[in-house]
């Protein structure tokens, strides 16, 4: 038989570009905000410093950099499918750092009202080793969980007969300069994290706001996704 | 763009597989099934479940469907095997299929309300006449129309922005497949499913099949 496989749920990676040099800008921007505000905010990090969320206010050009960067991504892989050629949305973003040490880890959670959020790794914090016991993987939740898995749960969909059984979770393990991309909606985690060395990493919402035709065409630098026909 | 040099790469995750195919008995049995089907709906009244207008059998037609009807479950139970696998062992057989088969007949204007099959692993159709005569209008409707597990959560915030998918294609939250003569689907049980409304002159008739699973020690 054809598998044909619908309603799948999009994980965008890349690696950004000259991230050496960007990633020495955030890290300095970071670092003096967690001087100045040690004890940041308590949502899904377990231990870890998460900063406010208004990075774009306090960390400068290397932030704003890499918001163009997802940006640009979002306008690519969103579509409005009833503009009729007109621009309709525009982004309204929000960026936010975490910094974790050994032992820290974040609960599973999603980013209500957001369309489209990304994570980019300044810091992976595993000091070149591949070693997998020190954990501290992003784990993405598959969206039909426990549903899949109600009936018999040992009993999994395989593609064919050498092929891996379908997961109701996937990991990825960072790497510093990786951004990824998924939507606001998706649940995920980060599994604790054991290395020695700090992990930094950089966490971002764009939400979509509806905006008259009119504001869009006078304004036309502000962000949003281009027009379809 | 300041990402000129990074072309993004898409993982597409936690898709929902839906299977294709045909059956090869079909050529030997169809005609046999269509009459013992007819025979059946002229002494049966049928059940009223997510079927509008159209008939449809108890779910007992294992009981009557015969050689025919045993060859088209064993086809389908030897597909669940081929795409299921026990993660947890794999050299012993620790579960059974139990399947559970009906019968469909609409004429135009019937169609089924969206539902799914609470309590079985895989749902089996299988399209014994499309009805279509051989036309491709699809005026004719009667497609099978699946629905994303997702919504309507994915659409909650901002219903007319998608994903744009690397092919230009965009995420929709239904998929629509034209029934054929001699076509097998297959599907999770979970998956919310009906089908449009069929405004063909021939007779339609579907074979759909539960298939559970159950310990084995329970055989």
Redesign the interface.
């Known amino acids: 038989?054809?598998?044909?496989?619908?309603?799948?749920?999009?994980?965008?990676?890349?690696?950004?570009?000259n991230h050496a040099e960007l990633n020495r800008g955030l890290r300095a921007a970071i670092d003096e905000r967690r001087a100045a505000d040690p004890k940041g905010v308590a949502i899904s990090n377990r231990l870890g410093w998460h900063s406010d969320t208004e990075m774009l206010e306090w960390a400068g050009d290397p932030a704003h950099?890499l918001m163009?960067?997802v940006i640009?991504?979002a306008n690519?892989?969103?579509?409005?499918?009833?503009?009729k050629g007109r621009r309709?949305?525009m982004w309204v973003p929000e960026m936010w750092a975490n910094i974790s040490g050994k032992g820290a880890s974040n609960q599973l959670h999603s980013h209500a009202?957001?369309?489209w959020s990304a994570v980019y790794y300044v810091e992976d914090g595993y000091a070149g080793s591949t070693d997998r016991s020190l954990g501290g993987e992003l784990e993405?939740e598959?969206?039909?969980t426990p549903?899949?898995n109600?009936?018999?749960p040992?009993?999994?969909?395989?593609?064919?007969?050498d092929a891996p059984?379908?997961s109701?979770e996937?990991l990825i393990r960072p790497a510093a300069g990786r951004?990824l991309?998924f939507?606001?909606?998706l649940r995920h985690a980060v599994k604790p994290y054991f290395g020695e060395r700090e992990r930094v990493s950089i966490a971002m919402n764009l939400t979509?706001m509806?905006v008259p035709f009119t504001v869009l065409e006078q304004y036309p630098h502000l962000p949003g996704?281009p027009p379809?026909d | 763009?300041?990402?000129?040099?990074?072309?993004?790469?898409?993982?597409?995750?936690?898709?929902?597989?839906?299977?294709?195919?045909s059956w090869p008995g079909s050529g030997q049995w169809n005609s046999v099934l269509f009459d013992r089907i007819m025979e059946h709906r002229a002494k049966h009244p049928g059940v009223s479940l997510s079927n509008v207008h159209g008939w449809q059998s108890e779910t007992d037609m294992l009981e009557w469907g015969g050689e025919a009807a045993q060859a088209l479950c064993d086809h389908v139970l030897a597909?669940c095997d081929?795409?299921?696998?026990?993660?947890?062992?794999q050299d012993r057989r620790?579960?059974v299929w139990l399947p559970e088969m009906w019968a469909n007949v609409n004429e135009r204007g019937a169609s089924n309300q969206t539902h799914c099959h609470p309590?079985?692993?895989w749902a089996a159709v299988y399209y014994v006449v499309d009805g279509y005569k051989g036309s491709d209008d699809t005026e004719l409707g009667g497609e099978i129309s699946?629905l994303?597990?997702?919504f309507p959560?994915?659409r909650?915030?901002?219903p007319?922005?998608?994903?744009?998918?690397p092919d230009d294609s965009?995420d929709d939250?239904e998929?629509w497949i034209r029934p054929k003569t001699g076509q097998?689907l297959?599907f999770?049980?979970?998956m919310l499913h009906g089908v449009r409304p069929y405004h063909g002159d021939g007779v339609r008739i579907s074979i759909a099949i539960n298939i559970?699973?159950r310990p084995r020690w329970e055989e």
Do not use: N
């Not at chain 1, 690519?76 to 503009?83: F, H, L, N, P």
């Not at chain 2, 081929?82 to 062992?89: A, G, L, M, Q, T």
């Not at chain 2, 007319?160 to 998918?165: G, K, N, T």
């Open positions: 038989m054809q598998v044909e496989y619908l309603f799948e749920t999009p994980l965008i990676f890349t690696e950004v570009p950099r163009d960067t640009d991504i690519r892989y969103t579509q409005d499918i009833a503009g309709r949305f009202g957001s369309f993405i598959d969206p039909r549903m899949i109600m009936e018999a040992d009993l999994r969909f395989r593609a064919a007969r059984a379908a109701h996937t951004l991309m939507p606001g909606w979509a509806r996704p379809r | 763009m300041t990402s000129a040099a990074a072309q993004p790469r898409i993982a597409p995750l936690f898709a929902t597989a839906v299977l294709t195919g597909q081929e795409y299921s696998v026990d993660v947890r062992e620790r579960f309590g079985a692993q699946f994303d597990p997702r959560m994915l909650m915030r901002e007319d922005l998608r994903y744009r998918r965009y939250h998929a097998l297959m999770p049980a979970w559970s699973s």
